[in-house]
């Protein structure tokens, strides 16, 4: 779909994940980028995903968090955050839109068409959970869970079978094996209202930026930058 809308492409994207839209005006928000809304054709007239994709956050760790929780009931707070933390990052989201190939269906300016927008990593993450919300305002919460477990579970099993430790014990292990190496974690930003707060922190050994990482809590967020700090030392692999 080269920025304009063929007829068979929702149906043929609502074969793909399982679930027809009563809705249809929903899934194409879902699908419709800042980029192609911003247009000085489209200005003023066509919402972008940016909203459903807020929303898709939270639902998406809503169900991520009660699946590991009720499947892993020997994990302590600890795991359960190592675990969600690789499912819900935005390369784990990247690689289940791909799957569906969710770019192809995509809603992009003329900008991001010429610029290869439709394999952008962060497109097709806030696109993946923007998808979730539309599914979950369509159908609700039942049908959001049936179509992004079976997504999801692969990876869910492959974090859980990893090492039996979160990533912060595993990279402060590998820190301590020098002594005068000092590990910090720094707050760098908190977004949001009260209720749904985003935290963004640094990892930082003897002030050198090892990773970054964003959560919906500061111990998620400080997985998260633990996790990129051992992928850049060669631990995990980055779809671990």
């Known amino acids: 779909m080269n920025g304009n809308e063929q007829p068979s492409a929702i149906?043929?994207?609502e074969q793909k994940i399982g679930y027809t839209f009563k809705d249809k005006e929903i899934i194409k928000k879902a699908l419709t980028h800042s980029s192609y809304s911003?247009?000085?054709?489209h200005k003023g007239r066509l919402p972008c995903n940016e909203r459903l994709e807020f929303l898709?956050?939270?639902?998406?760790?809503?169900?991520v968090s009660d699946y590991i929780y009720k499947?892993?009931?020997?994990?302590?707070?600890?795991?359960l955050t190592r675990v969600r933390a690789s499912v819900v990052c935005e390369s784990s989201l990247f690689e289940?839109?791909?799957?569906?190939?969710?770019?192809?269906?995509?809603?992009?300016?003329?900008?991001?068409?010429?610029?290869?927008?439709?394999?952008?990593?962060?497109?097709?993450?806030?696109?993946?959970?923007?998808?979730?919300?539309?599914?979950?305002?369509?159908?609700?919460m039942e049908k959001a869970r049936k179509f992004l477990i079976p997504k999801i579970k692969t990876s869910i099993e492959k974090a859980a079978t990893g090492p039996n430790e979160d990533?912060?014990?595993l990279l402060q292990k590998i820190v301590q094996q020098t002594p005068e190496e000092v590990l910090e974690y720094t707050l760098v930003?908190?977004?949001g209202p009260p209720h749904d707060r985003y935290f963004t922190?640094?990892?930082?050994?003897?002030?050198?930026?090892?990773?970054?990482?964003?959560?919906?809590?500061?111990?998620?967020?400080?997985?998260?930058a633990a996790r990129e700090a051992l992928i850049l030392f060669g631990e995990i692999d980055e779809d671990s």
Request: negative net charge; hydrophobic residues 35%; charged residues 25%.
């Open 11 to 13: 149906e043929t994207l």
């Open 38 to 41: 911003n247009e000085v054709k």
């Open 56 to 63: 898709g956050d939270s639902i998406l760790s809503l169900i």
């Open 71 to 79: 499947s892993y009931k020997q994990f302590d707070e600890g795991v």
């Open 96 to 140: 289940y839109a791909t799957e569906l190939g969710l770019g192809d269906f995509m809603y992009l300016g003329h900008g991001e068409l010429i610029s290869q927008g439709r394999k952008r990593r962060s497109i097709l993450a806030d696109a993946f959970e923007a998808l979730l919300a539309a599914i979950y305002l369509d159908g609700g």
């Open 167 to 169: 990533y912060k014990s």
């Open 189 to 191: 930003s908190e977004e």
């Open 201 to 224: 922190f640094n990892v930082m050994l003897n002030s050198n930026l090892l990773g970054t990482g964003k959560g919906r809590s500061k111990r998620e967020a400080e997985q998260l």
